[in-house]
Protein backbone atom coordinates (compact mmCIF):
# COMPACT_ATOMS: atom_id res chain seq x y z
CA UNK A 1 0.00 0.00 0.00
CA UNK A 2 1.11 3.42 -0.83
CA UNK A 3 3.22 4.92 2.26
CA UNK A 4 2.87 8.87 2.72
CA UNK A 5 5.48 11.31 4.43
CA UNK A 6 4.38 14.47 6.24
CA UNK A 7 6.51 17.58 6.63
CA UNK A 8 6.04 21.36 6.71
CA UNK A 9 5.03 21.55 10.04
CA UNK A 10 7.56 23.82 12.70
CA UNK A 11 6.39 26.28 15.71
CA UNK A 12 4.33 29.97 14.15
CA UNK A 13 2.62 32.50 15.90
CA UNK A 14 -0.57 32.92 16.04
CA UNK A 15 -2.13 34.43 13.09
CA UNK A 16 0.82 32.79 10.84
CA UNK A 17 0.54 30.44 8.42
CA UNK A 18 2.37 27.00 7.59
CA UNK A 19 2.01 24.62 4.02
CA UNK A 20 1.75 21.33 5.25
CA UNK A 21 3.12 18.56 2.11
CA UNK A 22 2.24 14.99 1.86
CA UNK A 23 4.49 12.89 -0.65
CA UNK A 24 3.45 9.34 -1.83
CA UNK A 25 5.73 6.60 -2.10
CA UNK A 26 3.26 5.58 -5.17
CA UNK A 27 0.50 7.04 -7.66
CA UNK A 28 -2.31 8.28 -5.73
CA UNK A 29 -4.61 8.84 -8.65
CA UNK A 30 -6.28 5.91 -8.50
CA UNK A 31 -6.93 6.91 -4.66
CA UNK A 32 -10.22 8.92 -4.93
CA UNK A 33 -10.06 10.85 -1.87
CA UNK A 34 -7.23 12.06 1.12
CA UNK A 35 -7.43 13.81 3.97
CA UNK A 36 -5.68 15.51 6.10
CA UNK A 37 -5.94 14.28 9.88
CA UNK A 38 -4.94 16.02 13.32
CA UNK A 39 -4.43 15.02 17.12
CA UNK A 40 -3.92 17.20 19.04
CA UNK A 41 -2.30 16.18 23.29
CA UNK A 42 -5.49 14.43 24.89
CA UNK A 43 -7.94 14.60 22.18
CA UNK A 44 -9.34 12.19 19.06
CA UNK A 45 -7.79 12.26 16.03
CA UNK A 46 -10.14 14.07 13.60
CA UNK A 47 -10.64 14.70 9.96
CA UNK A 48 -9.11 18.36 9.25
CA UNK A 49 -10.16 18.67 5.44
CA UNK A 50 -10.39 15.90 2.58
CA UNK A 51 -10.18 16.00 -1.19
CA UNK A 52 -11.44 13.72 -3.77
CA UNK A 53 -10.16 13.36 -7.13
CA UNK A 54 -12.64 14.84 -8.71
CA UNK A 55 -12.04 17.66 -6.67
CA UNK A 56 -14.43 17.92 -4.14
CA UNK A 57 -13.55 19.40 -0.91
CA UNK A 58 -15.06 18.63 2.79
CA UNK A 59 -13.57 21.00 5.82
CA UNK A 60 -13.62 21.13 9.35
CA UNK A 61 -16.38 23.71 10.37
CA UNK A 62 -13.74 24.70 13.00
CA UNK A 63 -10.97 25.28 9.43
CA UNK A 64 -13.41 26.80 7.07
CA UNK A 65 -12.29 30.01 5.23
CA UNK A 66 -8.39 29.56 6.96
CA UNK A 67 -7.11 26.16 5.53
CA UNK A 68 -6.92 24.82 1.62
CA UNK A 69 -6.68 21.35 0.86
CA UNK A 70 -4.89 20.57 -2.60
CA UNK A 71 -3.66 17.92 -4.85
CA UNK A 72 -1.45 17.34 -7.55
CA UNK A 73 -1.46 13.90 -8.74
CA UNK A 74 1.35 13.98 -11.60
CA UNK A 75 3.57 14.85 -8.59
CA UNK A 76 1.67 12.39 -6.17
CA UNK A 77 1.59 14.85 -3.45
CA UNK A 78 -1.06 16.60 -1.54
CA UNK A 79 -0.88 19.92 0.16
CA UNK A 80 -2.56 22.01 3.38
CA UNK A 81 -2.30 25.54 3.39
CA UNK A 82 -3.24 27.03 6.65
CA UNK A 83 -3.74 30.42 7.34
CA UNK A 84 -4.97 32.44 9.99
CA UNK A 85 -3.37 29.85 12.37
CA UNK A 86 -4.57 29.36 16.26
CA UNK A 87 -3.37 28.19 18.87
CA UNK A 88 -6.12 25.53 19.02
CA UNK A 89 -4.56 24.28 15.90
CA UNK A 90 -1.94 23.26 17.49
CA UNK A 91 -1.19 19.56 16.29
CA UNK A 92 0.10 16.54 14.70
CA UNK A 93 -1.19 16.53 11.09
CA UNK A 94 -1.03 13.48 9.04
CA UNK A 95 -2.56 12.79 5.53
CA UNK A 96 -4.18 9.06 4.87
CA UNK A 97 -6.04 7.94 2.20
CA UNK A 98 -9.98 8.40 3.18
CA UNK A 99 -12.18 5.57 2.65
CA UNK A 100 -16.07 6.15 2.90
CA UNK A 101 -17.92 8.60 5.29
CA UNK A 102 -13.48 10.25 5.13
CA UNK A 103 -12.96 7.32 7.84
CA UNK A 104 -8.98 7.29 7.59
CA UNK A 105 -7.14 3.66 6.44
CA UNK A 106 -5.42 2.09 9.37
CA UNK A 107 -1.75 3.03 8.23
CA UNK A 108 -0.88 6.23 9.65
CA UNK A 109 2.46 7.38 8.64
CA UNK A 110 4.87 9.46 11.13
CA UNK A 111 2.99 12.97 10.76
CA UNK A 112 4.46 16.51 11.31
CA UNK A 113 3.63 18.73 14.51
CA UNK A 114 2.43 22.17 14.26
CA UNK A 115 2.62 24.27 17.35
CA UNK A 116 0.93 27.31 16.92
CA UNK A 117 2.05 29.96 20.47
CA UNK A 118 -0.11 32.86 21.57
Known amino acids: QVQLVESGGGLVQAGGSLRLSCAAS????????MGWYRQAPGKQRELVAG???????NYADSVKGRFTISRDNAKNAVYLQMNSLKPEDTADYYC????????????WGQGTQVTVSS
Open 26 to 33: GSIFTINA
Open 96 to 107: NVARSGWAPRDY
Open 51 to 57: ITNGGYT
